[in-house]
């Protein structure tokens, strides 16, 4: 029996001495030392021996299984030590790289506008228009008809406005203020919204002109709304959009859709109001149209005017944004030129 442990423990010692890995040392403690081991499966047969052998037999089984462990033990310790070292060489980490640059996206500077002047005009208590009452697809008799507009009008002539072929009189709306009438037909008064949106014109691209731009509408309609309301309005949103020192002034116009009717102008951010190539040496660039909503067009959508009167506005946001960062081309903000588009 002794024979065997000393056989058993020379193995042992062998397979200490060959091992390279926690792992085969993880083997070896299951094969000998492990309860199911053999060291154990050898200790079972004591029992058979005298007093006296049992004695010191087990003794000796007991010291091979010490020396063992302990090999196993520093055999252990100087192999994991290895395998961490070759580990922290292979995961080391150059803390004095430059890092990964990783590509930002930013809003457009369209949108960056026109989500200020939201919340402007929300500040004043307007709220946003239902899209559902402000479609971009649109019926010449939205478009046009309700808002007062003649049949022969020029505007109405394919070469400013896009038909489709959806059907007959089926346009893209040439303004915003298609979402004027619909919301009148479908809200009884008080109603004060803004519409932000798409629209399209049949122009011949250039610096100042594109075939689709972006327009922002707004209405109020309520008892005793006069035209001092809407040069009120008005003239708070230029105060908080520009600031307070930008020079601006109303002018007569003329729309269909609204009686008296007025045109907004700030002065030139380029020249100063000098004059210049992009005011056309005027001083002035117009920024919106507005007006007192017409009779005909309270009518149209059954509001009573000698009980509602009511004020309406339409502004260009590529205008406003071209103004405000001095932007000189309009085609820049549908190039997609990350260089423009970054600095915004
Ligand atoms: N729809 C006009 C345009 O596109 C702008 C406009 C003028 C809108 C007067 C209005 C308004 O609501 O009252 O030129």
């Known amino acids: 029996m002794k024979k065997q442990l000393e056989k058993i423990f020379n193995s042992a010692v062998l397979d200490i001495e060959k091992a390279t890995s926690t792992e085969d040392i993880e083997d070896i403690k299951l094969k000998y030392l492990s309860r199911k081991g053999?060291?154990?499966?050898?200790k079972k047969n004591l029992k058979d021996l005298s007093e006296e052998d049992k004695r010191v037999v087990g003794a000796f089984a007991n010291d091979i299984a010490q020396k063992l462990e302990d090999s196993v033990k520093e055999k252990y310790n100087l192999i994991y030590r290895k395998e961490l070292d070759v580990k922290l060489q292979q995961e080391k980490i150059d803390i004095t790289l430059p890092g990964k640059f990783i590509p930002q996206g930013k809003v457009h500077p369209l949108t960056v506008t026109t989500n200020e002047i939201i919340s402007i005009f929300q500040s004043l208590g307007f709220s946003l228009v239902q899209s559902v009452n402000s479609p971009e697809v649109e019926t010449e008799h939205f478009n046009f008809d309700m808002l007062n507009f003649p049949p022969d009008h020029p505007a109405k002539d394919m070469q400013d406005t896009y038909y489709t072929n959806i059907a007959k009189n089926v346009v893209l709306r040439s303004q915003t203020s298609n979402a004027q009438v619909r919301e009148m037909e479908n809200n009884k008064p008080p109603v004060r919204v803004i519409a932000p949106g798409r629209v399209y014109r049949n122009e011949a691209v250039n610096s100042r002109k594109n075939n689709f731009f972006h327009q922002?509408?707004?209405?109020?309609?309520?008892?005793?709304?006069?035209f001092g309301d809407l040069k009120?309005?008005?003239?708070?949103f230029i105060r908080l959009y520009f600031g307070s020192s930008r020079v601006t002034r109303f002018r007569n116009s003329f729309f269909p859709f609204t009686e008296p009717s007025a045109e907004v102008d700030v002065q030139c951010i380029i020249c100063g109001g000098d004059g210049c190539r992009t005011c056309s040496n005027t001083g002035w660039l117009e920024i919106l149209g507005a007006g007192m909503v017409d009779v005909n067009v309270l009518k149209n959508c059954e509001i009573d005017p000698e009980v509602y009167t009511g004020f309406a506005f339409g502004m260009g946001v590529e205008r406003l944004t071209m103004l405000k960062y001095a932007v000189d081309d309009i085609r820049l903000f549908f190039n997609n030129d990350v260089r423009f588009l970054t600095q915004f």
């Open 216 to 226: 922002i509408e707004g209405l109020y309609v309520d008892k005793d709304i006069t």
């Open 38 to 42: 053999e060291l154990n499966s050898i």
């Open 232 to 236: 009120g309005v008005l003239n708070e």
